[in-house]
Structures are given as C-alpha cells and as structure tokens.
C-alpha cells in the first residue's frame, strides 16, 4: 500500500470512505474493488478512484484491489469492537502523523503542518479533513479547536460555491425568465420559489451517468421537493375533458 514516507496522503471525502467500510460491514462489498464496484454504492464517480486510494492507503485493500485482513477485521469487529478496530489501523496508517501532532490535543495548525511533508500541497486541506474525520470515525475525541475551526472553514467554502453556482446559472435564466414570462403574470398571484428544484436538477450527472443508487436518490429527492412547494388542487369535472 501507498504509505507516508512515499510523501503522499489520501484526500478523499471522509463518507465515502466510511460507505465503503459500512457496506463491508453491513451488507458485504464485492473483491476486487475496483471504482464500479464503488460507484455502484453511491459513490459518485469523481470520488471513486480518491475512495480506492484511501482504503489502499489504510491497508483496507492490496495493489490489487482485494480486500486484506485489515477489512476482514473491520467487517467481524462487532459494535463494541469497531472504534477500537479501525483506531488501530487509523494510527498504524497514518503512524508518521501521529508522532508529530495528536488531533485530541493539538489545534488545527499543528495538523496542518503535520501534512506540509506530503503531496500533492494543492490536497491538504482535504487530507487533513479526511484525517480527522477518520480519527473520529474512530472514536477519537479530536481537539474542541481543530473541529471548531475546520466546520467553520467548510461552511465558508460550502457558502461560496454555492454563491458562485447561483450567480452563474441562476442570474442569467432569472433575467430571461423574468423579461420573457413577467408580461403574461396576472397581477396579484403569488409567485412560488422553485430555486430547491433547481438546485436538484442540477445535481444532474454532467457525463449523462449514474447508478440507480443515486438515480433512486435523486428521483426522491425531486418528488419530496415537488410536494413541498407545489399544492395539489382538487380536479374539477372540467380538467377530465
């Protein structure tokens, strides 16, 4: 497996990474695991191969993508047992981490520093993310201060995102929609806010691709927001000719 001293960490999603070791556990997860296997858990496809790289870095996987011991391991833990189990593999993965900082004590600088060693630098931020969600996931009570301050950061990158996709998708169409639909109004209706519909139809793949998981996912998705927002009237006599 990939380890530290190769100056390279793992900068996946943090639940993807934990959905791969709960579908092991819960339900099973095929060898070799390979990035279909993945995606067809509702991993998404720009994460697979980040996912893959991770469980090869936590000795979860061989270079051949079969599951080793350490999986087996985590897949028998019992409840009790789990946070243990992947506490031990999370320390002896990440060894060379632990004999700089230690994330139940140390703030989020001293982690970040930690990783400086390791490439690629443009990927700390989600290395160390993806660390200290693992340490967690563990059972470990990561530093009061270290959690404090990367929630924060994520709220602010997840608002700016946001912010930046708004303005460039919805800016343009609500200027056409308004210039082209606001004649034909009547005056005194209400107009609804449909911007969560649209933020689901955006989640729509780009390639034109996806597992049913997610299909099923997002099909839920719009129906819940559809019944939300829009009401159902009574269909008069009329409406059936």
């Not at 870095?57 to 243990?84: P, V, W």
């Not at 998708?169 to 200027?175: K, V, Y």
């Not at 559809?226 to 159902?232: A, R, Y």
Request: hydrophobic letters at 35%.
């Amino acid at each position: 497996m990939t380890q530290l001293t190769d100056h390279f960490a793992p900068y996946a999603p943090v639940s993807n990474v934990t959905d791969a070791i709960t579908r092991r556990r819960d339900r099973g997860l095929p060898s070799p695991v390979t990035n279909e296997v993945l995606e067809s858990i509702g991993i998404p496809p720009g994460n697979s191969s980040r996912t893959l790289q991770a469980l090869r870095f936590l000795g979860l996987i061989d270079d051949e993508n079969m599951q080793t011991d350490a999986m087996e391991r985590i897949a028998r833990a019992s409840s009790s047992e789990y946070e243990q189990v992947l506490a031990s593999i999370v320390r002896n993965a990440y060894g060379s981490v632990f004999t700089i900082v230690d994330p139940t004590q140390d703030d989020e600088t001293a982690v970040n520093d930690a990783f400086r060693q390791f490439t690629p630098p443009a990927q700390r931020e989600r290395m160390v993310t993806l660390f200290l969600g693992l340490c967690r996931e563990a059972g470990m009570a990561v530093s009061q201060t270290t959690r404090r301050r990367a929630s924060e950061r994520r709220r602010s990158t997840s608002t700016t995102q946001r912010a930046k996709q708004n303005n460039s998708t919805s800016n343009s169409q609500a200027i056409k929609v308004v210039e082209s639909e606001a004649s034909e109004i009547p005056a005194g209706t209400t107009i609804i806010d449909y911007r969560l519909i649209s933020a689901i139809v955006n989640q729509l793949p780009g390639d034109g691709k996806w597992s049913s998981i997610r299909r099923e996912r997002w099909l839920s998705a719009m129906t819940a927001a559809v019944d939300l927002i829009v009401e159902l009237e009574e269909e008069s006599a009329e409406d059936d000719q």
